[in-house]
């Protein structure tokens, strides 16, 4: 612990060439920054010789007594009589002072706290290896949503900074070569435990006149018919594999950026997967336009289906043995393609590892067919819903999802009839999996009535989902997840109260960079 660069009001002390000990470090020396009175030296010295003598007591190897007592004197008395020596309320600032006196002797670590420079408070990664397949969604997350597990909270936090990743890289190079196939992209991981093994691209089918590139040269990517928008990461360090009890693959995919993408996801008409067998008897049915992205390829990339399957292919192969898990992760667009992708590769392998979803703010995708088919190759989806996002309600009907499921459970005729219309409409969609919603109108920050942008952001869900603590409890005062992030892009959606204190909403976004990693992490709500 280094103690000269952080005790309070070090520029009050002049005590050159003193060196300090404590847990058997040898402290950095004290330096001279204002020149004191003979007194006032004095009493300085005096209180640096008491703070040695009290931090030396502390390492096992020291013998030698700091001040002699009677042998029938307890512990907890020592340590008092050495604290009272310090006489910490009249080298301190006056702000110091009550905090000092009301510092109980038997509580030194919360001293050695106040003297060291590492003042964030920090939460644990806590272990899951024993429970690694209830948060991947073995139980459908039974008992775990509301109110929410922390530890699921963390996970949830921790997939969509994976999305997160994927955004920035994509935004901070769009283009694509027309000519040149497109290479392994840099990109930044949240957590660096993890590796990027595989650059995603996905294709539209359709295409934009040449004269729409002419009339805006700058805009080319927008119009470009296949477009970066994910990435394979398997992870790679022993101790973190250790932690979760297994060697977990991401697939992580944004969401909408490009016009042609835009395009797609209005291509709304069901239509039949080709080369799927069903045992069901419904068959599965998916939006034309995700289906399309997903599937279509051009002479310089493959699909976005061969590219996930192949490397995740060779990744099961490569760790052949281990346990390991596949989740998949994506927002908007992403979130639709991801249910391709998990479908995909639950039947990509013999035996293939379990496989996840946790979608943020996706889509209708199929049909109860579809739903039906995930079901049966055992996917498990977690579909995190902002109740005000009306992107989770599209495509297809505007159709309840709680009274769609109490007519067909009642086997009522309206239950028979909208079974007949899922074999006969083409917008007959359903949802799948698990539900985890959250509200903007919980957040202190947030107007109730914020604009639909806000309502789909990434950066918004995952302030909601740090704050949420159950369905009938208040938002966690201390949720401050992704607020400098939406009070810049979003700042029209924040209460003006906070919004003329936006100043105090900065937080350090890098200071988990700051000291060296460890089994702690700073919390998801700092």
């Known amino acids: 612990m280094q103690i000269g660069t952080t005790l309070p009001n070090s520029h009050l002390f002049q005590a050159k060439g003193v060196n300090l000990k404590c847990n058997g470090f040898t402290s950095v020396k004290a330096q001279t920054v204002k020149t004191l009175s003979s007194s006032?030296?004095?009493?300085?010295?005096?209180?640096?010789?008491?703070?040695?003598?009290?931090?030396?007591?502390?390492?096992?190897?020291?013998?030698?007594?700091?001040?002699?007592?009677?042998?029938?004197?307890?512990?907890?008395?020592?340590?008092?009589?050495?604290?009272?020596?310090?006489?910490?309320?009249?080298?301190?600032?006056?702000?110091?002072?009550?905090?000092?006196?009301?510092?109980?002797?038997?509580?030194?670590?919360?001293?050695?706290?106040?003297?060291?420079?590492?003042?964030?408070?920090?939460?644990?990664?806590?272990?899951?290896?024993t429970r690694w397949r209830e948060y991947h969604g073995s139980n459908n997350w039974l008992g775990l949503l509301d109110p929410l597990d922390e530890n699921l909270r963390r996970e949830l936090v921790r997939y969509g900074e994976f999305i997160q990743a994927a955004y920035h890289c994509f935004h901070s190079d769009p283009a694509t070569s027309p000519d040149d196939g497109p290479t392994e992209r840099q990109v930044a991981l949240p957590d660096r435990?993890?590796?990027?093994?595989?650059?995603?691209?996905?294709?539209?089918?359709?295409?934009?006149?040449?004269?729409?590139?002419?009339?805006?040269?700058?805009?080319?990517?927008?119009?470009?018919?296949?477009?970066?928008?994910?990435?394979?990461?398997?992870?790679?360090?022993?101790?973190?594999?250790?932690?979760?009890?297994?060697?977990?693959?991401?697939?992580?995919?944004?969401?909408?950026?490009?016009?042609l993408e835009w395009a797609e996801n209005f291509r709304d008409l069901l239509v039949e997967r080709q080369n799927v067998d069903d045992d069901v008897a419904l068959q599965s049915k998916v939006e034309c336009g995700f289906l399309s992205l997903y599937n279509t390829g051009d002479h310089r990339v493959p699909s976005?289906?061969?590219?996930?399957?192949?490397?995740?292919?060779?990744?099961?192969?490569?760790?052949?043995?281990?346990?390991?898990?596949?989740?998949?992760?994506?927002?908007?667009?992403?979130?639709?393609?991801?249910?391709?992708?998990?479908?995909?590769?639950?039947?990509?392998?013999?035996n293939a590892p379990p496989v996840a979803v946790f979608s943020f703010g996706g889509p209708r995708v199929g049909n109860r067919g579809f739903a039906d088919r995930l079901n049966d190759n055992n996917v498990k989806v977690l579909r995190i819903v902002n109740n005000q996002d009306v992107i989770t309600r599209?495509?297809?009907?505007?159709?309840?999802?709680?009274?769609?499921?109490?007519?067909?459970?009642?086997?009522?005729?309206?239950?028979?009839?909208?079974?007949?219309?899922?074999?006969?409409?083409?917008?007959?969609?359903?949802?799948?999996?698990?539900?985890?919603?959250?509200?903007?109108?919980?957040?202190?920050?947030?107007?109730?009535?914020?604009?639909?942008?806000?309502c789909h952001d990434l950066e918004a869900y995952l302030h909601l989902v740090d704050g949420f603590t159950a369905s009938n409890c208040p938002f966690r005062p201390n949720a401050k997840r992704s607020l400098v992030r939406l009070l810049n892009e979003q700042r029209s959606n924040f209460k003006r109260l906070y919004t003329s204190k936006g100043k105090d909403l900065t937080i350090n976004l890098d200071r988990e960079h700051n000291f060296p990693r460890s089994s702690c992490l700073p919390s998801p709500s700092s």
């Open 40 to 129: 006032s030296r004095d009493m300085t010295k005096k209180h640096i010789s008491n703070l040695e003598k009290l931090l030396q007591t502390t390492n096992p190897v020291d013998s030698k007594p700091v001040i002699e007592q009677s042998s029938n004197r307890s512990l907890e008395n020592r340590r008092k009589n050495l604290l009272e020596g310090l006489n910490l309320a009249n080298i301190w600032p006056d702000e110091m002072r009550k905090a000092a006196e009301e510092m109980s002797p038997r509580h030194l670590n919360r001293l050695k706290r106040l003297l060291s420079s590492k003042s964030i408070e920090y939460s644990p990664r806590n272990n899951l290896a």
């Open 304 to 350: 976005l289906a061969e590219s996930v399957v192949n490397e995740v292919q060779r990744l099961i192969e490569q760790y052949k043995g281990e346990p390991l898990s596949i989740t998949v992760t994506g927002h908007s667009l992403g979130a639709a393609l991801a249910l391709l992708v998990a479908d995909d590769l639950s039947t990509c392998a013999p």
């Open 394 to 454: 599209v495509p297809g009907m505007f159709v309840s999802e709680a009274l769609d499921k109490k007519l067909r459970e009642s086997g009522a005729a309206a239950g028979r009839v909208l079974e007949m219309l899922d074999c006969m409409m083409p917008w007959a969609y359903s949802h799948v999996g698990t539900e985890f919603r959250v509200d903007t109108r919980m957040s202190p920050f947030l107007k109730p009535n914020a604009d639909v942008a806000c």
């Open 193 to 259: 435990s993890y590796k990027v093994t595989k650059s995603l691209y996905a294709t539209s089918s359709i295409g934009l006149p040449k004269w729409v590139d002419d009339v805006a040269p700058d805009l080319g990517w927008m119009t470009q018919r296949s477009s970066w928008i994910g990435y394979v990461a398997v992870c790679e360090d022993r101790n973190e594999i250790q932690r979760m009890g297994r060697r977990d693959i991401v697939i992580a995919l944004r969401g909408t950026a490009t016009c």
